[in-house]
């Protein structure tokens, strides 16, 4: 059974840091984080897979770092610079398929649907 537990959430001013992690059990062959804010649809923050294949969402790249401890089984989200635009709930997901080459070689983003397993959330507050 796939459990995913976020944790690292909280409330800082606009330029400020926060880590969030997700560890988790079961494969972890792809993993994402995403995020919610009130009103909007879900969407793909950054996601990397077990071929070490990584994309970000382009209103976070060269802000947001994503990686994953593989002995620990646990996912990370770096965010730095942070905006008032960022406050979303953010939610850790996982995959089986290695698929971030994929979306890509496509040039899609990853789909909430196409994650089966996901975590509860953490909220996210940036105030300017």
């Known amino acids: 059974q796939v459990q995913l537990q976020e944790s690292g959430g909280g409330s800082v001013q606009s330029g400020g840091s926060l880590k969030l992690s997700c560890a988790a059990s079961?494969?972890?062959?792809?993993m994402a984080w995403f995020r919610q804010a009130p009103g909007k649809e879900r969407e793909v923050v950054a996601a990397i897979d077990s071929d070490g294949n990584i994309q970000y969402a382009a209103s976070v790249k060269g802000r947001f770092t994503i990686s994953q401890d593989n002995a620990k089984n646990t996912l990370y989200l770096q965010m730095n610079s942070l905006k008032p635009e960022d406050t979303a709930m953010y939610y850790c997901?996982?995959?089986?398929?290695?698929?971030?080459?994929?979306?890509?070689?496509?040039?899609?983003?990853?789909?909430?649907?196409?994650?089966?397993?996901w975590g509860q959330g953490t909220q996210v507050t940036v105030s300017s």
């Open positions: 079961g494969d972890t062959r792809c």
């Open positions: 997901a996982i995959d089986t398929t290695p698929r971030v080459r994929w979306y890509q070689l496509q040039r899609v983003s990853p789909k909430p649907e196409d994650f089966p397993w």
